[in-house]
């Protein structure tokens, strides 16, 4: 079997000077599990992204009324995993508020919650667990990595990715969670990227929104937008020099920013409930970037191409039907489609391909699908995994 | 377990006259089931609607052109199973036009081809085929039959609905097929519809397009959209009095159109892939027809709502998800959320619930769910199934 492109969450790591990282077991989740964490630091600032779920969840409303409210400056983040605090009602809102002001700072924390939908926050063990986490917050790899498993649901392992900043002391960390309802239209269910380059809040906001525009948004484990959607950047600014929007050291930045919400993104796909194979699905030749990636998500959503992957079938027709259906303006015959280097379909018609070769391309745990739609400059990549027995049995069970 | 609402196909029932229907085997399929099928009369008028799917199969665009060159005057239907001669390029379509004359007749018949993209259709077996299911034709309910059962491909059951038209001697029987890759944006993967109801070609058109818009075109298996949906109407005329647009006897038609082709969506929910429970999905409250469909299926096509209903769990959280991300505009506390008549959610408020009353409700063949977004007067329902392994199963080795 291939398997060779899906990162590896590291163990150790160089971590970004002046943040800090708690977690606590605070018996939200299965009790002897971490299911609270905190970020804190002197000085922060912070960008962030949000679902588009018009049931947006309490914590993101409270966040980004936060963001809004203090131009960026944040006393970090606090979170918890087992309860959503989604479509809870203005208990839920009042919940989430208090839960922001746990961290006991002068500006006020952001705020993150994953886990069940329509259920309220148990704030007599969050509260406590919120001072515990604070208390015993550290700046190492370990601490972060405490953090990194303290966010997780039904993932089945944690997902972590470190870069350096060319030309730069200045380093960069990212944790993420998610297994399912997975199909970000701002960002993923939630993710934090933590750095000490110094850069003003609006910069980072504006890096955040593109970066995670390829990457994070190019994800799809179901098609199903979670109410909690977050993806945080936060930066102690410790290492500078000050980062200026357009300068090489800003290019450098935000190609740092990609390389690490690349490897989650591919870490999430990899880790899709379910999951053995992770897919990329590349677009090349459509009218834009958008009509490309849409183009792709409707190939990476389509249960009859993630069956067929599932299944080792180089079924071809099921992608083709997916393309067709996308809305993509194309002419189906001058549609290609390949898996990795194997053509399936030229200029609209098939290619015969021997079906032994097809099966040893197609055991593997990450499986590249390629479709060349036109001539346009367009061109997207989105990941997703296949779709398996397993996955309705984790679905079918969960709240139960 | 609550089992009542799911229409059976009948055994017996009237059969329009002046319309015959004939069935062959042409080893299409596996050897020794019926894959050819024919709709025979004479001086017959027809209405079709079609996939939108870009990628059109052959069968498609054939049938489309005759209808414009000939005003909806067609020989009939020539139609095969186990290949869908889509994707096939020029030869495909040559195939298609050679099909389509196979009935002989000195205007064409529409033609249809329902199974796996890609493949070219064995003509040499086929054509025979079409010959020998012309001379069998029979105008009974057993002839009726046996092309319902000509049409089925991963079908695990005919699909056939009959209706008289009330006020008139003219009757409507249908039949229609299709377990996967079934998101009909124009009209399910294949379904004929016969009548002797006298009806010119152009408010046949209307009605059908009208009708299939909220029956078939409410309907969802795993949202996938084939490249051959075809509805066709088709009517012999022999039974008068002509029916003309608007009047109370054209009122009658559409309700007796109505009632076949609901009855063969619910029909075809309950046979999705994999099924085990229909699930219908009803929204009120919306701005219009369009944004209750919307919504509505985009709660139909959640594999998260769908496993859960599999799974016997009340998780409403995960309908509300599906309706945040709908792109319908509500406010989230205004919205009621209910299956059956438990109310699950009141006022954007989760409403606590007894766990066994769920159970109850949900041991069932046939589930309603309801959801009320606002104030607007459009509302819609659509139709859906459960999501199981089985679908994984068939779904991961049909080709090979």
Chains 1, 2 share one sequence.
């Not at 959503?84 to 839960?99: F, I, K, Q």
């Not at 239209?185 to 939630?190: E, G, N, Q, Y």
């Not at 992608?319 to 609209?348: H, K, Q, T, Y």
Request: include cysteine.
């Amino acid at each position: 079997m291939t398997t060779n492109r899906i990162p590896r969450a590291p163990e150790s790591f160089a971590v970004p000077r002046g943040l800090l990282y708690g977690a606590a077991e605070g018996a939200i989740k299965k009790p002897g599990r971490l299911d609270v964490g905190v970020i804190t630091g002197e000085r922060l600032v912070a960008a962030a992204v949000f679902t588009t779920n018009r049931f947006a969840a309490a914590p993101v409303i409270v966040s980004r009324e936060i963001l809004r409210r203090n131009s960026g400056q944040v006393a970090g983040v606090v979170v918890n995993s087992g309860c959503a605090n989604a479509v809870t009602g203005p208990r839920g809102l009042e919940d989430a508020w208090r839960m922001s002001e746990a961290l006991g700072a002068q500006v006020p924390a952001l705020v993150c919650s994953t886990g069940t939908i329509g259920v309220h926050l148990p704030m007599e063990r969050l509260l406590p667990a919120v001072a515990r986490a604070k208390e015993s917050a550290g700046s190492s790899a370990g601490d972060f990595l405490r953090l990194a498993d303290a966010i997780l649901t039904t993932d089945t392992r944690r997902k972590v990715a470190a870069a350096g900043i060319p030309g730069s002391s200045a380093v960069m960390v990212g944790c993420a969670k998610g297994a399912g309802m997975i199909a970000p239209s701002m960002a993923t269910m939630l993710a934090f990227v933590a750095t000490d380059a110094r850069i003003c809040a609006a910069d980072l906001q504006r890096s955040v929104a593109r970066i995670s525009n390829r990457t994070l948004n190019c994800l799809t484990v179901d098609g199903d937008t979670s109410t909690n959607d977050t993806l945080i950047g936060i930066s102690s600014g410790c290492t500078g020099p000050e980062i200026v929007a357009g300068s090489p050291e800003h290019a450098a930045f935000e190609a740092a920013l990609e390389e690490v919400l690349q490897s989650l993104t591919i870490q999430l796909a990899a880790d899709g409930e379910g999951a053995t194979t992770v897919i990329e699905v590349a677009v090349s030749g459509a009218r834009d970037f958008a009509e490309a990636r849409a183009a792709a998500l409707k190939v990476a959503n389509s249960p009859l191409v993630k069956t067929a992957v599932h299944g080792r079938d180089a079924n071809w027709g099921r992608i083709a039907m997916a393309l067709g259906n996308s809305g993509a303006e194309f002419e189906p015959a001058e549609v290609d489609i390949a898996m990795e280097s194997m053509p399936l379909l030229s200029r609209g018609t098939p290619v015969p391909f021997d079906e032994g070769e097809a099966l040893r391309i197609l055991d593997t745990d990450y499986l590249r699908v390629s479709c060349r739609i036109g001539n346009g400059p367009g061109e997207a990549r989105v990941w997703t995994c296949d779709f398996s027995k397993q996955y309705i049995e984790i679905n079918g069970a969960y709240r139960t």
